[in-house]
């Protein structure tokens, strides 16, 4: 496979509050991951830009060489059955919107694969998406006929007072500056309009291991916590400090819960699948499961 060259930024000020002063939680191979003093966000220093994440994200090759493990989660083949995981959330969430927003004009902020953009309009909701991967862009486009534009998040404006729902899965986490986008959102949703978000869980059972081993190994076990604190996230959320960031950016809370990675679209061995299952097993009667969906009310 050919190397990939991906470029870190460094951070001056945090990402959440623009404060300079900063803990170091765990110093990585290639960065840290850092806790703000002034408003306890957690985020990454240096970080994958949201520039260099769309060059990323255009080449399939690139994901899979960052992380072998989540090369499929963006894989193209991958075909949303009709069971499963993946499925029952969404199925979950459009259930909850349908019930709580009178009209049926829906955004979804990176869609990828336009899996949920696909199911929502079979539901009969009127869908949009954005994405700033051209590949996604035109299967989407040609090959399931959806309205969707190459946009990044950051250069997306107009639409005021549009939609009725937007959607952001696995998104939140690579914005360069999240507080600003979500209000922009928020101008573009109409009024008790519903934004989902659903990103990983920084207080997870699963990153709570892998802490314990990098502190008991005296910083040397790295690798666990590379896993959970992916380089390709910039920023890392946990129900708490989500709920902050969306109230900061106009939206008053409606529900928030628990999730976890669809095991079936990882690139997992056979062991690793029966450990990380456990582990799952255990998160959910610790109530510290490793994806945490919240919804929130402009
Ligand atoms: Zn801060």
Known sequence: MAEIKINLTERKTCPYCGSGSRKVMFALERYS???????????????????????????????GAINPEVESYYDRKFVLAN??????????????????????????VGFGMGFFLEKSRRRGWECK???????????AREKL???VMKKRLSEFRGYAGEFDAIVLWDVIEHLDNPGESLARLNGMMKKSGMLAVATPNEKSLLAFLA??????????????????????????FDSNSLRKLLERSGF????S????????????????KIIVKTIFFLSRLVKMSNRIIVIAQK
């Open 33 to 63: 991951v850092c806790r703000c003093k002034s408003c306890k966000g957690v985020f990454s220093d240096p970080y994958l830009s949201e520039n260099e994440a769309e060059k990323v994200f255009s080449d399939p090759n690139a994901v």
């Open 83 to 108: 069971s499963g995981h993946t499925f029952n959330v969404f199925e979950w969430l459009l259930d909850f919107l349908e019930k709580n927003v009178s009209g049926r004009k829906l955004l979804d």
């Open 129 to 139: 998406g954005i994405d700033f991967s051209d590949e996604y862009c035109k299967y």
């Open 145 to 147: 006929g959806l309205d």
């Open 211 to 236: 802490q314990f081993m990098y502190k008991a190994s005296f910083g040397l076990i790295k690798g666990p916590l590379s896993s959970v604190y992916v380089l390709e996230h910039p920023l890392f």
């Open 252 to 255: 008053n809370i409606v529900l």
């Open 257 to 272: 819960k628990q999730d976890e990675t669809d095991l079936e679209r990882l690139n997992l061995g056979k062991t690793k």
